[in-house]
């Protein structure tokens, strides 16, 4: 009765054009062991994979990897990372007898939601990528977030893959001695060229270290801005480049493998894996270029300061015209307070063409205490697009956006440029 | 094109930019020191850490929220400068302290199982430990005129008998939800909940603790300079606009509806 109910009103929503997490939260009311009982059919793997940044894209590039090994994967793709995302997932796939056509499950819930699965759920692999401040008016303090994580991997079955280049993340190793441990990072041979992704100010003088590597631990070495090797002991990966640029994604691809080398074992391929990097494409908002008129338009979905950051450092000094289009939704983080903890100067060259979004006169005031120059400031995001777009015909564009800002930049660009489906995805 | 001569310099010291400033209190110190650039005087920022001694010229300070680690890093090293803080707060110094700097500023916290934390009692406030949260915008009628803002805190601070607020509140929770008084305010020394940062928003503010630092560090009246603050009152005055209107529409509905959600968040 459960999955009836949810898949009605799942083709119901997909009529209105609505969100994705809804169905699920009425099947959830109805039947709290849906969840259970569907993902008893999946032998091959439940993983969890959570963390404040990249949960997206690495799901998207395991998901990849593993099927490209040949496995069937459920996955969550929407970014909708709450557990009723996953059950309206898991509407759309299952007949109404309940069965899921899976060997491996592979879902992105945010850090709360991971947990609460779960909680209800055993996941037999959790993947754990970072932590970072984001959203503090939800979660309210980075040290409650590196709880919910060592939580996590409290209740995983099989085994936990750690980032070894966040002290939050590696130091849960020591409070789940019964569970297998690996590791994701940067090579520390080559760590010293490598900047930073966290944030130092919050992570305190550790005498912790991760262990020394083993062939099973993916290492990180970038060659140059776009190329790069993830290697297992003496085995590996690439040289490849993704779709998607920067050391955040190089990093994701990274996780993703060691990752797909736990779940596949003895089967993991370095050469299938990175066929299948290379052509994973950047998943909504992060990065992707839409075809306007002739140029491209890259939307950049920015959440945090640590997601900002690294975004502005992976594309802030290009002569791009930029728009930054802030919403303070419960879904964007109602305290606009985290942007005075990104550096804006990588913008101070080229400026910023226009800001927007309910915060839009907020954010310009935060880009002038960096020395940046605004041209323009319109909250409305319609009139301003409109306007940034008409001033820039011919060029290419980069629009930094909240969540809820991306998502009615899409329908605005969907509608201008003709773009199917482009509007719905991500929902 | 050369620069003008320098109108003074100014110290500025961020208490603890490690471990109590999580919320974008950061903003404060970018803010100040900006403007004090931009008012014609020279500006030092000093960040000061636990276990570090404090320069000794200082002329204004800036603290921040943080989390309980956080505050437990700090509180040795707030016990070593506590007596050098006292005497420079009732000397005038102005000091603009958010959150958990507030919190310390205060008599005591005491925790949800009852533990008397002291504090340095510059401020006559004490604080208990809560188990709900009062998160969100919030607008303040202050001596300084209308200030907005955005606060997230479980702990509900009560002020001492003759200590004057920072603000009234019109929209949100303030100190304690129920006296309708937001932070406190003794001397030139702030306590404040309001994050938002509270000062780039808010430029009458920070223009006043920077008149005190000035006055203190040349032994001259402040010397403005004129600033444009257009896009900082328009971000201010659309704020405060949408977050008046909201609170006269849900105090129209259900009385307590706002009230914070949850109760497994440990923090203050």
Known sequence: ?427 | MSTPPSKGRIVLVHLYPREMSIYGDLGNTRCLAARIRRHGYECVVHDHHPGMPLPEQTHLFMGGGGQDSGQSRVEDDLAVIGDRLHGLASDGTPMVMICGMYQMFGHAFITHDGVDLPGLGILDVTTRGQSTRMIGGIVLDTGFGEVVGFENHSGATMLGSGQQPFGQVRAGFGNNGVDGTEGARTHNVIGSYLHGPILPANPRVADALIAAAAERATGRPFEPAELDDSVADEARIRQIRRLLSTSAKSAKSAKGAKSAKGGWVSSR
């Open chain 1, 1 to 427: 009765m459960a999955i009836a109910a949810g898949k009605l009103t799942r083709a119901a929503t997909r009529i209105r054009g609505g969100g994705s997490a809804f169905p699920g939260l009425v099947a959830e009311r109805v039947d709290p062991a849906i969840l259970t009982r569907t993902l008893a059919s999946v032998t091959g793997g439940i993983v969890v994979v959570t963390g404040t940044n990249g949960k997206t894209t690495t799901t998207k590039m395991l998901t990849a990897i593993i099927r490209a090994h040949g496995r069937r994967v459920f996955t969550n793709p929407t970014g909708s990372n709450f557990t009723r995302g996953v059950i309206s997932a898991m509407l759309g796939q299952i007949g109404l007898a309940g069965r899921l056509d899976a060997d491996v499950a592979v879902l992105e819930l945010d850090e709360w939601h991971a947990l609460r699965f779960a909680e209800v759920v055993t996941p037999t692999h959790a993947l754990l990528l970072n932590v970072a401040r984001d959203q503090l008016d939800r979660f309210a303090e980075i040290d409650t977030t590196a709880r919910l994580l060592a939580d996590l991997a409290g209740r995983t079955a099989h085994l936990v893959v750690l980032n070894r280049d966040d002290s939050f993340v590696f130091r849960i190793a020591a409070s789940v001695p019964d569970k297998h441990i690996r590791y994701f990072g940067v090579d520390p041979q080559v760590a010293g060229q490598v900047p930073s992704l966290h944030e130092a100010d919050v992570r305190f003088e550790d005498r912790a270290a991760p262990p020394a590597p083993t062939p099973d631990d993916g290492l990180l070495r970038p060659v140059d801005g776009r190329d790069f090797t993830i290697r297992f002991g003496d085995r590996t990966v690439g040289p490849l480049a993704l779709r998607q640029r920067g050391l955040a994604a190089m990093v994701n691809a990274t996780a993703a493998a060691t990752m797909a080398r736990a779940v596949l074992g003895e089967d993991f391929r370095t050469d299938v894996t990175e066929a299948v990097l290379r052509e994973v494409t950047a998943p909504f908002g992060r990065g992707e270029v839409i075809d306007a008129d002739g140029q491209p338009l890259e939307l950049v979905l920015v959440k945090n300061p640590a997601g900002f950051t690294v975004a502005l450092s992976t594309y802030g000094n290009e002569p791009v015209a930029t728009m930054i289009a802030i919403n303070d939704d419960y879904a964007d983080g109602q305290d606009v307070s985290w942007l005075y903890d990104v550096s804006f100067e990588a913008l101070r060259a080229h400026g910023v063409a226009m800001t927007s979004g309910r915060r839009a006169y907020d954010m310009a005031l935060r880009l002038n205490y960096d020395e940046v120059t605004v041209e323009q400031i319109e909250p409305d995001l319609q009139a301003a697009l409109e306007a940034f777009l008409t001033a820039y015909r011919g060029q290419p564009t980069r629009i930094f956006c909240t969540y809820t800002a991306m998502m009615s930049l899409r329908r605005l660009l969907a509608a201008r440029f003709d773009l199917a489906g482009f509007a719905q995805e991500g929902q």
